[in-house]
């Protein structure tokens, strides 16, 4: 592939000349995928979130094939603690940053993940350039914020679709918020599923020394400890054995008072989390405003039946076999148990960041594209 030689400020506009790789047997053929992309999010790296997993996988398999990709975040700036959710940090830059960012990076896609301050700086400068972009809806905000706030989450809809709007394409992980966005006027979707890595998350993962004597079934919750993630509905659930988070956040040190009972052991990572998985009997997933749960496939992939509630993200994933829905949590947790470990295995595998990465590629937009009819 041709290295880009100018930057945006230049106007320059670069058409790709080589298909992306590696492709799947069976696959539609993918047309040719930028060589140099920006990618600017407000969620990165210290955080440990869905969000900043599925970018670290995605710009990690983009390099290994040999884009050049760079991310502009909020360690790049000044930043201050999020009220409420210190874990968060937003950056505070001065206007023109991001934009000067982009022109020194000179890619050939900009893609915006968040809606966050930064996101915003960057949506200013490419609607201001002419710039085309993409977008991608990871978070359901307007539910968050309406549990944090007490505001109908309406209010916050409308920033969303004011966001979202001029994007080329909205990347979503579902086909439920899919529907969600097209009933909210959104309609330049693309889809981009989630991946696992599957060299960790596998079924023989060794079991924490906090598992030894717990009484079974050892229920199990991972991710972030915080007010949206609805983990009440999960300790309170009276289903007998021993309950177990995996994860830190806001809310922690409060539902460790309220909850004795519960097993708090803090974020894990790598073999470690998947060891929290594979020793599970069930993976409990309470949340009911997430747009996909990346947690449920690396617990599937770990051989964990999953019990949620029929809500987006596991109406999406979570078939009979491999885990159980239900209104009541604790009907979900009892039928879970019952689905067989190598199904959950055999599913959880389907999921990879190669065919996730393929699927972000395909969605960008060139900055010298035609576009075709959004799907």
Aim: aromatic share 8%; hydrophobic share 45%; net charge negative.
């Amino acid at each position: 592939m041709n290295r880009v030689a100018d930057t945006l400020a230049d106007g320059m506009r670069l058409k790709p000349t080589d298909e992306m790789r590696p492709r799947m047997a069976g696959e539609v053929k993918l047309r040719p995928v930028p060589e140099r992309i920006a990618i600017v999010s407000d969620a990165w790296l210290p955080q440990m979130n869905g969000v900043v997993r599925t970018l670290g996988a995605t710009c990690a398999a983009l390099r290994e094939w040999g884009h050049d990709v760079t991310v502009i975040s909020p360690d790049q700036f000044f930043s201050l603690p999020c009220p409420t959710y210190p874990e968060i940090r937003l950056a505070l830059c001065v206007p023109g940053a991001v934009g000067r960012l982009l022109e020194g990076v000179g890619p050939d896609a900009v893609h915006i993940a968040t809606e966050g301050l930064l996101g915003l700086a960057a949506r200013r400068y490419c609607m201001a350039n002419g710039v085309p972009f993409t977008t991608a809806y990871h978070t359901q905000f307007p539910e968050y914020l309406a549990r944090r706030t007490h505001l109908p989450s309406g209010l916050f809809w409308r920033y969303i679709r004011w966001f979202h709007a001029p994007a080329e394409r909205i990347m979503v992980a579902t086909n439920s918020i899919r529907e969600e966005l097209r009933l909210h006027g959104l309609t330049k979707l693309h889809h981009w599923t989630r991946g696992v890595d599957l060299a960790c998350f596998t079924p023989d993962a060794i079991s924490p020394i906090e598992y030894a004597g717990l009484p079974r079934p050892i229920q199990l919750y991972v991710g972030r400890v915080a007010v949206e993630k609805n983990l009440e509905a999960f300790l309170e659930c009276p289903y007998p054995g021993s309950k177990v988070v995996v994860g830190d956040g806001p809310a922690r040190a409060k539902l460790e008072r309220e909850f004795p009972g519960a097993h708090f052991i803090g974020a894990r990572s790598g073999r470690d989390l998947a060891g929290c998985y594979a020793g599970a009997d069930v993976f409990v997933f309470p949340s009911r405003t997430d747009t996909f749960g990346l947690v449920m496939i690396e617990a599937l992939a770990c051989g964990t039946p999953v019990a949620a509630y029929p809500v987006a993200g596991p109406i999406d994933i979570v078939g009979e076999r491999v885990g159980a829905l239900s209104e009541d949590l604790e009907r979900a947790i009892a039928a879970a148990l019952y689905s067989n470990r190598a199904d959950c295995a055999d599913f959880g595998a389907r999921f990879s960041w190669d065919a996730a990465t393929r699927q972000f590629a395909a969605g960008l937009v060139p900055l010298d594209e035609d576009l075709p009819p959004p799907s």
